[in-house]
């Protein structure tokens, strides 16, 4: 055995025990090796909850640009059956106005109702709202002038 000595001296208190300090502080080092500090999990969790606040942020615009992209596309929908619709009258000889009136929910459905109002104001008819004389002289109408006038109130 080594002798013993006496220590008087904090630097030989620190000597004589720094090298049972290192090996303790390699040995908890390897123990605890791949463990985080306090101070780190707090830095790391700061960092995934800025990651998190940006993911969800990113998310909600996406969310609100879908939003408005399905308002397109139900807009367009809309505009192409309003289109649809308008054709459908018009090839049944309505006015564009009764359009927006056919009913149903596909182009059968709008036809036979399109077809249905033309021959309703086909067997209609109106009282004529004034003379188709014209005024002024006094005189006669003509032929023309009274197929004309018959056309616009007949809405043919």
């Known amino acids: 055995m080594s002798e013993f000595k006496i220590i008087e001296t904090q630097e030989q208190f620190d000597a004589a025990i720094s090298d049972r300090l290192k090996r303790?502080?390699?040995?908890?080092?390897?123990?605890?090796?791949?463990?985080?500090?306090?101070?780190?999990?707090?830095?790391?969790?700061e960092s995934l909850n800025m990651q998190i606040k940006a993911l969800e942020d990113a998310a909600a615009a996406t969310q609100q640009t879908l939003a408005e992209k399905d308002a397109e596309i139900a807009k367009g929908a809309q505009y192409r059956t309003d289109l649809e619709k308008t054709r459908i009258a018009l090839a049944a000889g309505l006015k564009i106005d009764y359009a927006d009136r056919l009913r149903g929910e596909t182009e059968e459905e709008w036809k036979a109702d399109a077809e249905m109002l033309a021959k309703d104001f086909a067997s209609v008819h109106i009282a004529?709202?004034?003379s188709p004389e014209p005024s002024g002289s006094?005189?006669?109408?003509?032929?023309?002038?009274?197929?004309?006038?018959?056309?616009d109130t007949m809405n043919i």
């Open 138 to 151: 006094g005189g006669k109408a003509t032929s023309e002038q009274f197929a004309e006038w018959f056309k």
């Open 24 to 45: 303790d502080r390699e040995a908890y080092a390897k123990k605890f090796e791949g463990y985080k500090s306090p101070a780190e999990i707090e830095k790391l969790t």
């Open 128 to 130: 004529p709202l004034g």
